[in-house]
């Protein structure tokens, strides 16, 4: 009897432990589900990657019994909208002007650049039955632009310089890009500079035509960047890697073929992401096929750094900053190559 109850006991509670093991990890799971990453984006073709990602993914984990996709695309229609909720955790990651960021990071706002979105793909459009054949011929006239902070305006400061004209010899708007096509249209403004599909709408109605594209005036031209909260960085830096992983992928499915394209304008002409006419968005395609590209998401120090500079000089940003400080370049470096099934 004496070996018995305490043999009984070690029984007892080998099995208890064994149950206790086995059951905490359901109940710790069950108690504290994981949010998915939410990622802000706006409804131009500039940001067509992320919601081509967050399809793949959720398709990816449909078919693999894995439940809901760990990052979700949340849509905004203007920048500072899309900034106020990156600052205050709203959104998590969001797509954003690049001169935004460092301007944001030098007020010590804790963000990093993770990929590139896309090249090229902003237009300046004037109305069909304008006489504007040049682009000095908009001299004295008024052009909206999506935000000082825009790449776009850059643009516009490229053309002006290579015309020897300056910011007195037009009026500059901010709007938001969906709202320009049909300020065209009313004639409250003579033009626009923006990114697609908001030229390419204006263009198939037949109500205005490009006098510039950046196709033809500024190749390596990049202007949305997926940037990430750096507290997200440091505490789910595998689930930024995947987003990374889907959004380069997603790249270079794009460029390879009309096919792809295609489906990609159903997939972003969808509510859930832009909302719009899936139509518009093969026009943007391939009116030319190269009027955006997505194939080539390198992270290039110098082009940032030309970045920079233009927006010192456009004195949008107030002083410069170091590379590193804005930039997370181990993620693209990183990038594992996937093959999407869409």
Same mark, same amino acid.
């Given at each position: ?13 080998? %099995?208890?432990?064994?149950?206790? @093991? ?14 998915? *990453? ?19 993914? +959720? ?33 998590? @990651? ?16 804790? *963000?990093?650049?993770? /990929?590139?979105?896309? &090249? ?9 039955? /304008? ?10 006239? @008024? ?22 004209? +300056? ?12 709202? #320009? ?13 923006? %990114? ?7 263009? &198939? ?13 500024? &190749? ?6 997926? +940037? ?21 992928? @997603? ?41 955006? +590209? ?13 970045? #920079?500079?233009? /927006? ?31």
């Amino acid at each position: 009897m004496k070996d018995y109850l305490p043999m009984r006991r070690r029984l007892l509670y080998s %099995g208890l432990g064994a149950a206790l @093991a086995t059951a905490l990890p359901r109940i710790a799971l069950g108690a504290a589900p994981v949010s998915p *990453l939410a990622v802000g984006g706006l409804p131009v073709t500039c940001n067509l990657t992320l919601p081509i990602a967050c399809t793949a993914k +959720t398709l990816a984990n449909q078919q693999a019994g894995l439940g809901p996709a760990p990052f979700v695309y949340h849509k905004y229609s203007g920048w500072p909208e899309i900034k106020e909720s990156l600052m205050t955790g709203r959104i998590q @990651a969001a797509y954003m002007l690049a001169p935004l960021v460092m301007d944001l990071v030098n007020t010590r706002i804790p *963000l990093k650049i993770v /990929s590139l979105g896309h &090249r090229s793909g902003a237009v300046i459009m004037v109305r069909t039955d /304008s006489g504007y054949r040049r682009f000095r011929d908009l001299r004295g006239r @008024a052009i909206a632009v999506p935000s000082r902070f825009a790449v776009d305006y850059l643009f516009l400061r490229k053309m002006l310089a290579r015309e020897s004209m +300056t910011l007195k010899d037009i009026e500059i708007i901010e709007m938001n890009p969906p709202d #320009m096509p049909a300020a065209l249209y009313a004639k409250a403004v003579d033009a626009y500079c923006t %990114g697609e599909p908001f030229g390419a709408a204006a263009q &198939r109605a037949g109500y205005a035509r490009p006098l510039a594209m950046t196709r033809d005036e500024w &190749r390596n031209y990049i202007c949305c960047v997926l +940037t990430v909260r750096d507290d997200v960085i440091q505490t789910q830096r595998p689930l930024v890697q995947d987003l990374v992983n889907h959004i380069q992928a @997603a790249g270079t499915w794009l460029d390879q073929g009309p096919a792809n394209r295609d489906r990609a304008a159903h997939i972003a002409g969808d509510k859930k992401f832009f909302n719009q006419n899936p139509k518009i968005i093969q026009f943007v395609m391939e009116s030319p096929h190269d009027r955006v +590209t997505y194939g080539d998401l390198r992270m290039i120090r110098t082009e940032f750094d030309e970045l #920079m500079q233009l /927006s010192l000089e456009a004195r949008t940003l107030k002083k410069p900053i170091a590379y590193e400080r804005y930039v997370d370049d181990s993620f693209f470096k990183a990038v594992k190559p996937l093959k999407l099934a869409l």
